[in-house]
């Protein structure tokens, strides 16, 4: 694609148009899948181990939640970009519900992550019940990103952020506010990543920039997350009973 003067520019395209997806090029296709790509087993065996490590039958429950939205978060990302690296612009239908299914496992994710937080760590009836406002406004968003797709990329950011900062409410009435100041962490590095993502076509690989800033702020809340497994004193349920 041409820049400025005529001269053709191997590593950023020029900005999409309204209601249009980026069209990466050659170098940032590769970029966008290698830097989640890479993420896949590391992440299959970290969440199996956070699984394993589970204490009584409800971290278990999350943990497996947990895992299957990290990997999916991924593996879905991954086989987005190398959809587009080999098919575009052919296979318009397979790219566009790639695109879909990538975007609904952001919403899936930011739930998940927010989910071992909000059960596993005691404060008041609000406090207990904002999970399922969290899940609620994730399939709001799931929801509305089948029927608006690329077409209000702004609010669909918003919507992004705002979900992802609700479960910083229930931190006001925890009793216990082990892992917050990771969470603190994790958080401020996807929202800086969220500058990054809204930059295709201003800063080169800039996507792939924003994959980077996703796997560290996953990496983050992943040690927050194995940071509430083990036995606790505020909520102090048996052992998990493996039967043969």
């Given amino acids: 694609m041409s820049g400025s003067c005529g001269v053709v520019n191997p590593y950023m395209n020029k900005k999409a148009r309204k209601g249009e997806s980026y069209e990466p090029t050659k170098h940032e296709h590769v970029a966008n899948i290698a830097t989640h790509g890479v993420v896949i087993v590391p992440a299959i065996y970290v969440t199996h181990y956070l699984i394993l490590e589970a204490y009584r039958d409800l971290q278990h429950h999350m943990m497996i939640i947990y895992a299957v939205a990290t990997v999916l978060l991924f593996l879905m990302s991954t086989l987005y970009h190398l959809s587009e690296y080999l098919f575009r612009p052919g296979r318009k239908t397979l790219r566009y519900y790639l695109h879909i299914t990538d975007r609904v496992m952001i919403y899936f994710f930011i739930a998940a992550t927010a989910n071992p937080w909000l059960s596993l760590r005691h404060s008041d009836f609000f406090g207990k019940n904002l999970k399922w406002i969290i899940w609620a406004a994730a399939i709001f968003g799931i929801c509305y990103q089948f029927k608006f797709h690329e077409r209000f ?92």
């Fill in 153 to 244: 990329k702004t609010l669909e950011t918003f919507l992004y952020v705002i979900i992802s900062s609700l479960p910083f409410l229930a931190m006001l009435t925890m009793n216990d506010r082990t892992g917050l100041p990771l969470m603190f962490l994790g958080g401020a590095v996807y929202a800086v990543g969220v500058v990054f993502f809204k930059m295709d076509g201003i800063i080169p690989f800039s996507h792939a920039i924003w994959h980077c800033f996703v796997v560290i702020g996953a990496s983050i809340h992943t040690y927050a997350v194995y940071q509430l497994l083990g036995p606790d004193r505020f909520n102090p349920f048996p052992n998990i009973e493996f039967t043969n």
